[in-house]
């Protein structure tokens, strides 16, 4: 097997939020998760300001308020939940372990702790099998 080989030149917002393959450091995962959660939380204050919901309202009857004043949610969710993915298996691959643990993203109560985690470890100094360095991309060489 060779050894990675990386890509010439800054990288990119799209490989940074859409692409799962490469490193990143500490302070580019946090300040990606504080835009998208940022993004977020725009979207719901904006759902909240134009709903008509109080506490008394029956929870199907938010849920349907919910879509209806804002269609292309479950879209954003969706998006939402890939950028995260790319995120943390980026993270995961920093330190040198396989993106596939990424899965514990999916697990009530493990979630939370284990993005921050992932967030407070620093990762491995120099080269490893997933890039040359943090904040790279590689591609297998031809």
Do not use: C
Not at 6 to 30: A, C, M, T
Request: proline content about 12%; hydrophobic content about 50%.
């Amino acid at each position: 097997m060779s050894a990675p080989v990386p890509h010439p030149g800054p990288q990119s917002l799209v490989w940074l939020f859409f692409n799962p393959i490469g490193r990143i450091s500490r302070e580019p995962y946090w300040l990606s998760f504080a835009l998208v959660w940022t993004f977020f939380a725009i979207a719901i204050t904006v759902w909240l300001r134009d709903a008509q919901i109080t506490p008394d309202t029956p929870l199907p009857e938010a849920m349907a308020s919910f879509i209806e004043a804002n269609p292309l949610m479950p879209i954003m969710l969706i998006v939402f939940q890939w950028v995260e993915l790319a995120l943390v298996i980026k993270r995961l691959q920093d330190r040198g372990l396989t993106g596939f643990l990424a899965i514990f993203v999916f697990v009530p109560g493990i979630n939370l702790a284990f993005i921050v985690g992932l967030g407070l470890i620093p990762g491995q100094d120099g080269p490893n099998a997933y890039g040359p360095g943090p904040n790279s991309r590689w591609k297998r060489p031809t």
